[in-house]
């Protein structure tokens, strides 16, 4: 897959079959869109353009929002290679890109520069400034510019009950389960291993501390959850905590994992880390030593739980 940065370093002579989106979560619902676009451009011999917009809209054009994505820009990078896309644009989404017209953006961006020949867009569509582009505009253009157009009906959305919105709920929660099934794949935290207190380590539990630098990535409430990591090739299987540390009083949220039988010194690593399922609400033990024995009994209902249910398709 060919990655842009931005749309004006893209040049191809080559027609393109076009969806555009945030595609924030590149959940079932997205999956389904854009393997329709690359087969189909793969029959047209045509190239299949994915073209969506960082930072999310809603950062911008809503300056007091608090949106939290489900994706990094890097992992959602990652995870549309994976569908087949020849290429993949990432635009900035600035004031200036906002205020360009229904036939600014098509004439410039559609036409001029992405060659376009079909283009995909879902139900309710609206582009351009004050979101004055929908399906109907988009119908004369594709006559004017010689494009076709498709859209995903309404029924086709509503019989996929997936959305971003929907997903993002669902984390908050902790429902990481119904996450899953969701995505498609196994929601994750990618992150660089700092040093944390070594509490873990001094009672028998060493932990990775995970610092997740996006401060707009989407984080599951304060818990315990079951997670994996392929690392070194290897893959790992632990528990992970998401909160304060009340029992020590805590001020700060921390993300800490505890790998099962593994010892290799992780610090100032990348890694990502597959959340698989929900333990218990975090708690504050009224003592180091009754934590150390939560901790005994969530290792073993962890174990139990890989043992039964993932360490098979593993």
Do not use: C, W
Request: hydrophobic letters at 40%; glycine letters at 6%; zero cysteines.
């Amino acid at each position: 897959m060919n990655i842009f940065k931005n749309i004006s370093t893209y040049k191809s002579t080559k027609k393109s079959f076009v969806t555009i989106g945030t595609f924030d979560g590149v959940h079932l619902g997205h999956q389904k869109v854009i393997k329709d676009l690359v087969e189909s451009a793969k029959k047209n011999n045509a190239e299949s353009v994915l073209l969506t917009f960082f930072p999310h809209p809603r950062m911008v054009l809503q300056k007091n929002t608090n949106i939290k994505l489900i994706n990094t820009i890097d992992e959602r990078i990652k995870l549309l290679e994976n569908i087949g896309l020849d290429t993949l644009i990432i635009h900035e989404f600035s004031d200036e890109f906002s205020n360009l017209t229904a036939l600014e953006f098509v004439k410039t961006i559609l036409v001029d520069k992405l060659n376009i020949a079909k283009l995909v867009i879902g139900y309710d569509h609206h582009f351009g400034k004050n979101r004055e582009g929908n399906f109907d505009t988009l119908q004369q253009y594709g006559t004017e510019f010689n494009f076709e157009l498709k859209e995903i009906s309404q029924q086709d959305i509503s019989n996929i009950t997936v959305s971003s919105t929907k997903i993002r709920t669902a984390i908050e929660l902790g429902e990481i389960t119904k996450v899953n099934s969701y995505l498609g794949y196994n929601f994750m935290l990618t992150g660089t291993v700092v040093k944390g207190k070594n509490l873990g380590e001094k009672i028998g539990f060493p932990t990775a501390n995970i610092h997740i630098k996006e401060t707009y990535k989407l984080i599951p409430k304060t818990g315990a959850y079951i997670v994996k990591a392929i690392i070194a090739n290897k893959t790992v299987f632990g528990m992970m905590n998401i909160g304060f540390r009340p029992t020590v009083s805590g001020k700060n949220q921390t993300i800490e994992i505890n790998f099962f039988d593994f010892k290799t010194n992780l610090y100032n690593k990348i890694i990502q880390v597959e959340v698989l399922q929900f333990l218990r609400d975090e708690i504050k033990f009224n003592s180091i030593d009754d934590l150390k024995d939560q901790l005994k009994k969530d290792q073993q209902k962890s174990l139990e739980i890989i043992r039964g249910t993932f360490f098979e398709s593993n």
